[in-house]
């Protein structure tokens, strides 16, 4: 049984940081995708990070140079280090696999966990 458990967010000021982690079971995840997404309250979910098969990462343009994400497959765990962090940054963050793609798409994958709030205020 694929299961997902997310954890490491909270509420933080802007300019700081925060690192996420995607913890797995069930599967091994080095041979997936692996993705982050976020969801602020009334807006649709949103692609933020994925890290593909080989390792290669896909980033939103709105995080490019601020996050970054990274696999360890000794821990069978993904993780999402988020610096210089924004008040738009705020949302219940998720991650997702069962993709053969590394996208930003949420509809490409089929397995979630169950989200973690990261909070950006001053």
């Known amino acids: 049984q694929v299961q997902l458990v997310e954890s490491g967010g909270g509420l933080v000021q802007p300019g700081g940081s925060l690192r996420l982690s995607c913890a797995a079971s069930?599967?091994?995840?080095?041979?997936?995708?692996i993705g982050w997404f976020r969801q602020a309250p009334g807006k649709e979910r949103e692609g933020v990070a994925c890290?593909?098969?080989?390792?290669?990462?896909n980033y939103a343009n709105s995080v490019k140079g601020r996050f970054t994400i990274f696999r360890d497959n000794a821990k069978n765990t993904v993780y999402l280090q988020m610096n210089s962090l924004k008040p738009e940054d705020t949302a219940v963050y998720y991650c997702?696999?069962?993709?053969?793609?590394?996208?930003?798409?949420?509809?490409?994958?089929?397995?979630w966990g169950q989200g973690t709030q990261v909070t950006v205020s001053s």
């Open positions: 890290i593909g098969s080989d390792g290669s990462p």
């Open positions: 069930g599967f091994t995840l080095d041979y997936y995708a």
């Open positions: 997702a696999t069962d993709s053969s793609v590394c996208s930003l798409f949420y509809g490409d994958f089929a397995s």
